[in-house]
């Protein structure tokens, strides 16, 4: 069964570094977006992607977020200058159009 | 009101009971629904859509209100399997872009 992977499963970083979250959607679907849940708290939207642009974001996806897709397989999220506050679980997810989207795994981001 | 509200749990009941959840949403114009489960630590994985005319899905049967705005899940012969969390969520404008999750609903099923 295809799935959306995503990696690395769980990334460490000082504080006020930049880090790539990766990920792979299914391949045949056309949207993609990115997801965070603080432990302990709700799944959160931050963007999606369709198209080659954003489609849509959150408040929380400010301009130290960022995404591409830099090839035909891949899905990258950006902080580029991490805050304690961005720890979190960051889920990527992929969905045809207008149906229901599949999660990925989760990265697990630690900023210390 | 929050835009998406669940009881957050935990519901503890025994295996073989049926337990309903209610998830209730503020915006009236909302058009897509579906519950998901959370393992602990774990993505939300898809548990079913919620149509207008109300779905089931094996032991699990899903309903929307729009006159009241809740949707509901119902599972009957509660398995030890079932022990997660379920995410009620409502996406406002059709699709799947910006959709807004709840904070969940904690079920766990004792033996």
């Known amino acids: 069964e295809p799935e959306v992977t995503q990696t690395p499963s769980h990334q460490v970083t000082q504080m006020g570094q930049e880090v790539i979250l990766r990920c792979v959607p299914i391949?045949?679907?056309?949207?993609f977006y990115w997801y965070r849940q603080i432990l302990g708290q709700k799944v959160e939207f931050l963007v999606s992607?369709?198209?080659?642009?954003?489609?849509?974001k959150s408040e929380i996806f400010d301009d130290q977020f960022s995404v591409e897709r830099p090839d035909g397989s891949n899905f990258t999220l950006k902080i580029r200058s991490t805050k304690l506050e961005d720890s979190a679980m960051y889920f990527c997810?992929?969905?045809?159009?207008?149906?229901?989207?599949?999660f990925g795994q989760g990265t697990r981001l630690t900023v210390v | 009101r929050k835009e998406v509200e669940q009881d957050p749990g935990p519901f503890n009941v025994p295996e073989g009971a049926t337990v309903a959840f209610n998830c209730t949403y503020s915006?009236?114009?909302?058009?897509?629904f579906f519950w998901y489960r959370q393992d602990c630590r774990k993505e939300p994985k898809l548990l079913m859509s919620?149509?207008?005319s109300g779905n089931e899905d094996g032991r699990f049967t899903a309903q929307l209100n729009r006159a009241s705005q809740y949707i509901s899940l119902l599972i009957r012969d509660s398995k030890l399997s079932d022990s997660a969390t379920y995410l009620c969520?409502?996406?406002?404008?059709?699709?799947?872009?910006?959709?807004?999750f709840g904070t969940g609903t904690k079920l766990q099923v004792i033996p």
């Open positions: 997810a992929s969905s045809e159009v207008g149906a229901e989207a599949f």
């Open positions: 391949s045949n679907h056309l949207y």
């Open positions: 992607f369709y198209n080659n642009e954003i489609s849509e």
């Open positions: 915006n009236s114009a909302s058009q897509s």
């Open positions: 919620v149509y207008s």
């Open positions: 969520v409502v996406n406002p404008e059709g699709g799947y872009q910006k959709v807004t």
